[in-house]
């Protein structure tokens, strides 16, 4: 997690439920002092800090990310809102079940600016992808997608806004199920249960 943190925020209301069947075993960034690590303290879940510039190079922070998260043992990993590229170390370790979130319709407007790439393109529907990450930017696999129309109007916050709403309940519905009925990945097709 690099910043707001409101889809760590959905799933943390999530888990928040036995019926869900799916626990936030710890919270990992890349920066202190964001949201996201104050919502997780506040739910009582672990947290840690690894941050790039506290490391020789960018493979020494792979390898240490990698430990952090492989600590806690998750059956899933969630780059919830994570605005670094992992690296090789880590898809390595975590290859097939790290999944995260992209504010378009992949394969459409992949990278940074997702809500102002469509924006400039003029695209009357948009939305959020959750997808099995990859080597690639916004490339892998997808688990789901949900649409969302763009307003006369919008501009990129407010269409991003109505995006979250979409991406939020997209990735609840989909971890949960991820967690509870299992998944399998062919290819690039990822279906729920085993
Ligand atoms: C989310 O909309 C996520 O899809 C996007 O940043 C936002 C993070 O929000 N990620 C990317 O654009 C990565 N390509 P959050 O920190 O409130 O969860």
């Known amino acids: 997690m690099s910043g707001a943190g409101t889809n760590l925020q959905a ?10 069947g799916a626990q936030v075993v710890a919270v990992g960034a890349d920066r202190d002092g964001i949201d996201g690590l104050r919502r997780a303290a506040d739910e ?12 020789p190079d960018r493979d020494a922070w792979d390898a240490a990310l990698t430990d952090k998260v492989a600590a806690y043992a998750p059956d899933l990993v969630v780059l919830a809102g994570f605005m670094k590229l992992a690296g090789p170390l880590f898809l390595r370790r975590f290859a097939g079940r790290t999944v995260n979130t992209h504010p378009a319709l992949s394969p459409s407007f992949p990278g940074m600016h997702g809500p102002r790439d469509a924006l400039a393109y003029g695209v009357k529907i948009t939305g959020a992808t959750l997808f099995v990450v990859d080597e690639g930017v916004d ?5 789901a997608q949900v649409a969302v129309p763009v307003a006369a ?9 109505r995006i979250k709403v979409g991406e939020h309940q997209m990735l609840v519905e989909s971890v949960g199920r991820m967690v509870r009925e299992g998944f ?9 249960g085993t």
């Open 153 to 161: 109007g919008d501009d990129e916050h407010s269409l991003h806004e």
């Open 11 to 20: 799933l943390l209301v999530a888990c928040g439920d036995p019926a869900y």
């Open 44 to 55: 009582r879940v672990p947290t840690f800090i690894e941050r790039v510039a506290d490391h």
């Open 184 to 192: 399998t990945l062919d290819d690039r097709s990822v279906r729920f």
């Open 139 to 143: 490339s892998g696999p997808i688990v």
